[in-house]
């Protein structure tokens, strides 16, 4: 049997890839629903906001679903703030927007307040991006039984996963759009495509991988497969459907326009469509604040912006390949297209 469909305990070995801010419990309920293991982005999410979250999927449906957590370290100071405020300050004065940066923090890593949280609804899998959190921590959940997956974007980081006790390793190739789950290197020339990155892996480890960058289609993912994945992890394609909650659905059906890696809009590289911040800016800036302070400088601007439906400073998170993202469809039917080319 299909090791994913084992240890998940789900008909098809396909998970809907978690997309903070992109969408909330509807898509991770119609996608566990099918058959496929939904996910539910829980990383800018506070405890009551989580509970409320999962119990309407636990209502919704009695089939498997991942929580996707980050395991980063909140910084404790920011250089360069002082060069950061000067580059970003002209952009609020041109669109008259007042310059007032909230402190607050927007993106929580996975801490021993949520482990009340997991016991209470009981997981079959929590993914973790940016690496582990504490071996304590590991050892509880798989105390608790709960399987546990990771993303990996180089050998070395698949080979640190699997001798700290991940169940599935995630395969996530430079094509995938959001967050780059790097967590060993800060290196971005150390980023290859998924179907470099796939097969090496999988040789290397003992435990099942889970291939995610640019599977959009039933020929994605039957190449994937082919090349050593037991599953697939998609995100982009699921974009444009009628459970996402992105605002730019449109951009992204324009395979005309280029995505690039940047971390001037959280402080770590992410895979965004490129707009006028990365062009003026630049993809990668050496004063962006850490991950995730970078987040705040954005916010105010791109509130007002988006208003009018203005992009210009958004992070417009996508995979390079949309081929297959549609205005309307739903994820049903992006899901019937996906499992035919399983094998």
Same mark, same amino acid.
């Given at each position: 049997?299909?090791?994913?469909?084992?240890? @998940?305990? &789900?008909?098809? %070995?396909?998970?809907?890839?978690?997309?903070?801010?992109?969408?909330?419990?509807?898509?991770?309920?119609?996608?566990?629903?099918?058959?496929?293991?939904?996910?539910?982005?829980?990383?800018?999410?506070? !405890?009551?906001?989580?509970?409320?979250?999962?119990?309407?999927?636990?209502?919704?449906?009695?089939?498997?679903?991942?929580?996707?957590?980050?395991?980063?370290?909140?910084?404790?100071?920011?250089?360069?703030?002082?060069?950061?405020?000067? !580059?970003?300050?002209?952009?609020?004065?041109?669109?008259?927007?007042?310059?007032?940066? #909230?402190?607050?923090?927007?993106?929580?890593?996975?801490?021993?307040?949520?482990?009340?949280?997991?016991?209470?609804?009981?997981?079959?899998?929590?993914?973790?991006?940016?690496?582990?959190?504490?071996?304590?921590?590991?050892?509880?959940?798989?105390?608790?039984?709960?399987?546990?997956?990771?993303?990996?974007?180089?050998?070395?980081?698949?080979?640190?996963?699997?001798?700290?006790? &991940?169940?599935? !390793?995630?395969?996530?190739?430079?094509?995938?759009?959001?967050?780059?789950?790097?967590?060993?290197?800060?290196?971005?020339?150390?980023?290859?495509?998924?179907? #470099?990155? @796939?097969?090496?892996?999988?040789?290397?480890?003992?435990?099942?991988? &889970?291939?995610?960058?640019?599977?959009?289609?039933?020929?994605?993912?039957?190449?994937?497969?082919?090349?050593?994945?037991?599953?697939?992890?998609?995100?982009? &394609?699921?974009?444009?459907?009628?459970?996402?909650?992105?605002?730019?659905?449109?951009?992204?059906?324009?395979?005309?326009?280029?995505?690039?890696?940047?971390?001037?809009?959280?402080?770590?590289?992410?895979? #965004? !469509?490129?707009?006028?911040?990365?062009?003026?800016?630049?993809?990668?800036?050496?004063?962006?604040?850490?991950? %995730?302070?970078?987040?705040?400088?954005?916010?105010?601007?791109?509130?007002?912006?988006?208003?009018?439906?203005?992009?210009?400073? #958004?992070?417009?998170?996508?995979?390079?390949?949309?081929?297959?993202?549609?205005?309307?469809?739903?994820?049903?039917?992006? @899901?019937?297209?996906?499992?035919?080319?399983?094998?």
């Amino acid at each position: 049997m299909n090791p994913i469909k084992r240890l @998940l305990k &789900v008909k098809y %070995p396909i998970i809907q890839a978690p997309m903070a801010g992109a969408q909330n419990s509807t898509l991770a309920i119609q996608v566990s629903k099918f058959g496929a293991l939904g996910s539910l982005p829980c990383a800018t999410l506070d !405890i009551e906001e989580m509970r409320r979250e999962i119990k309407k999927i636990k209502l919704a449906t009695d089939h498997s679903f991942n929580l996707n957590f980050f395991c980063h370290e909140n910084p404790n100071n920011t250089k360069n703030e002082n060069q950061w405020r000067q !580059i970003i300050e002209k952009y609020y004065q041109e669109f008259n927007v007042e310059f007032k940066i #909230s402190s607050s923090i927007s993106r929580l890593p996975f801490n021993e307040n949520i482990i009340p949280v997991l016991n209470e609804f009981k997981p079959i899998v929590v993914s973790f991006h940016f690496g582990l959190p504490s071996k304590e921590i590991v050892k509880e959940l798989k105390r608790m039984n709960i399987r546990i997956m990771s993303s990996a974007t180089t050998v070395e980081e698949a080979l640190y996963l699997e001798e700290n006790g &991940v169940d599935i !390793i995630i395969a996530q190739g430079i094509e995938a759009g959001g967050h780059r789950g790097m967590f060993l290197s800060n290196d971005i020339s150390t980023q290859m495509g998924l179907f #470099s990155l @796939l097969p090496q892996i999988v040789k290397k480890v003992k435990v099942p991988v &889970v291939a995610a960058g640019g599977i959009v289609d039933a020929q994605t993912v039957t190449a994937a497969f082919q090349l050593g994945a037991s599953g697939v992890q998609c995100g982009t &394609v699921f974009l444009t459907c009628q459970e996402s909650t992105v605002k730019y659905k449109k951009l992204l059906t324009d395979v005309s326009l280029p995505t690039a890696v940047t971390n001037i809009f959280t402080g770590r590289p992410a895979r #965004s !469509i490129v707009n006028r911040a990365m062009k003026e800016i630049g993809t990668i800036s050496e004063y962006a604040p850490p991950f %995730p302070k970078s987040t705040n400088y954005f916010t105010p601007l791109r509130n007002h912006l988006e208003r009018e439906l203005n992009f210009d400073f #958004s992070q417009l998170w996508s995979g390079q390949n949309r081929t297959n993202c549609k205005l309307d469809s739903t994820s049903h039917e992006i @899901l019937q297209d996906l499992i035919q080319g399983i094998p």
